[in-house]
């Protein structure tokens, strides 16, 4: 008799554990299907309220102040911040290529993929001025990349449910160039590249989690349709996006971006997919529980 009621405490105890095995495959199955993201770009705007959000600083860590008689023999050096935004407001300005296919193989795994930047195109939000000869001048800025490219970056992509996931990391180096012109007189122009006057590549990264789309639910990407959507995710089964701010480490130069022409999250609740997940997981918790609680009342 002791036997017996051994042996079906026993066969209980397996019974439990292969149900919640069972269930645990099933989510894992039904959510964590391996996504493949192939090789891509990425498109962002900068947004332009001017606020210092966006911004270099000439004469800083990474980038050294304008030097004397650049402008004109007699102009004197010119250091400071520079406040930026897009040169076209709302349009892509900045696009980032992804060099390496992305391999989510299940929920809560990241991996990583080379990145180039291919496009920056920003401009002051105020001319700066320069004191030539004890006399002020004003010359308008806007920043492109340098002709010799800048080693690749980093982006790191961590897969959450069906629809996509977070970017944990994003990390960029920019090789900048500037160009001067003259405010009342678009003849006068000056070009400042970084690579050419020694200056290293400024690494820059992101300060906080942004998210992404793939597959089906990315066909809304403005660069990468159907495969990608950076900056993007699901509120109420509707695509929003959010925004990316990326610094250097002195935080003089500063980047901020989100994808062209999407509607800002203004909240944090939960897409269809992590609704889906949380009912699945508390049905089959609740199916253990009642499952153990009968083999309980059996063995006693």
Known sequence: MVMSNLRSRWLSRQGVACCVAMGGLFLVNSVHAQKTIDPGDDCWTTPDRCDGSTSV?????????????????????????????????????????????LVLPESGLCVTTDTEILQLDLVSCEPITVTVSGNPEDWDVAVDLSSVSAPDGTLGACKHDTDGGTIAVSILNVQPKFVFTKVGDAGEVRTYDTADNGVDPITISSSQEGHFLGGAAASDSPCDPDNFYAGARLVGGEVCCEEICHANGDGDYRHCIIPPDCPVCTDSIPTVSEWGLIAMAVLALGFGVVVLRRSQRQAA
């Open 57 to 101: 600083e000439f004469g800083s860590s990474d980038l050294p102040e304008i030097p004397p008689d650049f402008f004109w023999p007699g102009s004197e050096a010119f250091s400071g911040q520079v406040v930026l935004k897009g040169a076209n407001s709302g349009a892509t300005d900045t696009k980032v290529r992804r060099l390496d296919q």
